[in-house]
């Protein structure tokens, strides 16, 4: 098992910037590839940005540029930098671990099996 758990959340003004931690525990060797994750009512929750055990990382078009998803496998400790947020991106960002390496990092949310609880973004125009 893989514990994970998100901090950074918060509310900023459109154009600022936050980013997002996620420290794993447990079983972490068993981590092939990591994700961030976010979900607004009613609607599925949308894989945003991952990256492999080696390093390379993917992006979904909506936060291109704007996002950097990045590791410190010292540390166990997965970051997500927002910058230039819109008030688009508000929502409930999860971390997310998964065994499955580059298959599940082309974004398949239903290839992660472990997930925090989930950290509030709220972007205001």
């Known amino acids: 098992q893989v514990q994970l758990v998100e901090s950074g959340g918060g509310s900023v003004q459109a154009g600022g910037a936050l980013k997002l931690s996620c420290v794993g525990s447990g079983y972490t060797y068993t981590i092939q590839c990591m994700g961030w994750f976010r979900q607004t009512p009613g609607k599925e929750r949308e894989g945003i940005a991952t990256?492999?055990?080696?390093?390379?990382?993917n992006y979904a078009d909506s936060v291109k540029g704007r996002f950097t998803i990045s590791a410190d496998n010292t540390n166990n400790t997965l970051y997500l930098q927002m910058n230039s947020l819109k008030p688009t991106d508000t929502a409930i960002y999860y971390c997310a671990a998964s065994p499955m390496g580059w298959v599940a990092c082309l974004l398949r949310t239903s290839l992660f099996h472990s997930w925090g609880q989930g950290t509030q973004v709220t972007v205001s125009s």
């Open positions: 990256i492999l055990s080696r390093g390379s990382t």
